[in-house]
């Protein structure tokens, strides 16, 4: 009986180092690609390859050079959080096209998605911030009939030989910022 206890602990503690395994993005099934986090940080993105003169597409997960999150590493997002934001786990890529998408920026700015799934949020905040957006504003503009204007550009650059200088931030725009971080800056 003893045996048998031993032989039980040694096959549990097993499989929880089964479970812990670092994940590399190139050795994820594509299947579970989009929207992953490898143990480095970095985020995994789904590519295809086409073969045989078109004939046969393949789908292959790579690692990308975008850094997640600090508190995001090994981690392959949920079907729950997929279908809060409206995504696909076939998405190729990485891109802010959708962020255009008034369908997407609906569902992306829902309680269920902006409030629970913290991964896809910071993906996104980070990729509208690449844009000149801000993602909580792009947000709070989804209810106003003015939309585009929530999801223009937070400042337009000067045009060139221009000598405007950039402000810093104001006392309100620094309490503005400091309330809407990204979930994952809460964590």
Sequence with gaps: MRIFFLALVALVVCMHGVQGTMITCEHLDSSMCAFAVSA???????????????????????????????????????????????LDRNTIGISSDSLMETHFTQKLCSPQCYN?????????????????????????????????????????????????????????????AAIALPPAALL
């Design 116 to 176: 629970a799934c913290p991964n896809i949020v910071d993906l996104y905040f980070n990729l509208a911030a690449g844009e000149g957006l801000f993602l909580p504003k792009v947000c709070a503009g989804i209810g106003s009939s003015n939309v585009a204007a929530a999801a223009a550009p937070v400042a337009a650059a000067p045009e060139s030989g221009s000598e405007e200088v950039a402000c810093g931030p104001t006392k309100s725009d620094s309490e503005e």
């Design 40 to 86: 480095s940080r970095t985020r995994c993105l789904l590519e295809k390859h086409v073969l045989g003169r078109g004939r046969q597409e393949l789908l292959h997960c790579r690692t990308s050079d975008i850094e997640a999150g600090k508190y995001f590493s090994n981690y392959v997002e949920t079907d729950e959080c997929i279908n809060a934001c409206g």
